[in-house]
């Protein structure tokens, strides 16, 4: 295993396109997490899972936002309708209870 | 008030110099995460703390859990140490994290 993989590294959309992200954990780990990065600011808590089930969403997860980790296994996280605000780094992690976090390399979203 | 603070938000110093970096925090916790960022995002875990001290080549990491202060230190520092450190706090489940002190270490 390879640890945490996120796809794409880099995007680059319109304003008011839709755009999905992919995130692969780390294979035995049940948890599931995405964090949002603005520039000079540490990683702000969007959503988790555990297994297929989304247990918590932040309030910063506007209808606009949704995820999904349909099979316990990789997740997705799609934009719809994105906004200038909505540039910043999209980080994944992992976990398996009170192990620990592995982190992935992050989608950079930019929004023009 | 952030649940979690760092300080400093900048650090520069030269090779070879003893690195301190502060983190406290205001809520209840079942562990202390340090991590290091280098630029381009990717996040490493240093250290996952729920008491005492750990301590990793150069990196040490402390918690105070009756003060909620825990600090990281780095030994001999190297320019390769270079980084954003990052504290995070776990609780109900999931991480909150400071806003990260940026490290520079100079030749």
């Known amino acids: 295993d390879t640890g945490v993989s996120q796809d794409p590294r880099h995007k680059i959309t319109k304003r008011g396109q839709n755009v999905t992200f992919r995130c692969d954990p780390i294979?035995?780990?049940?948890?599931l997490y995405w964090y949002r990065q603005t520039l000079g600011q540490g990683p702000e808590f969007l959503t988790y899972?555990?297994?297929?089930?989304?247990?918590?969403k932040s309030r910063l997860l506007s209808d606009r936002f949704s995820a999904e980790r349909p099979k316990g296994s990789f997740s997705t996280l799609e934009i719809q309708r994105t906004e200038q605000g909505d540039s910043a780094m999209y980080l994944c992690?992992?976990?398996?209870?009170?192990?620990?976090?592995?982190f992935g390399s992050g989608t950079r979203l930019t929004v023009v | 008030k952030n649940e979690v603070e760092q300080s400093p938000q900048n650090l520069t110093a030269q090779e070879g110099e003893f690195i301190t970096i502060n983190c406290s925090y205001s809520?209840?916790?079942?562990?202390l995460h340090w991590l290091q960022q280098h630029p381009g995002g990717g996040i490493v875990s240093l250290f996952m703390?729920?008491?005492g001290k750990k301590k990793h080549g150069r990196l040490i990491a402390t918690i105070n859990i009756q003060e909620k202060h825990s600090s990281l230190h780095i030994t001999a520092s190297h320019p390769r140490d270079s980084a954003v450190y990052i504290c995070?706090?776990?609780?109900?489940?999931?991480?909150?994290f400071g806003q990260g002190t940026r490290l520079t270490i100079n030749p």
């Open positions: 992690a992992s976990s398996l209870a009170d192990s620990g976090y592995t």
């Open positions: 294979s035995e780990h049940n948890r």
């Open positions: 899972f555990q297994n297929e089930a989304q247990l918590e």
């Open positions: 809520v209840g916790i079942s562990a």
């Open positions: 703390l729920s008491s």
């Open positions: 995070a706090v776990e609780g109900a489940q999931k991480l909150v």
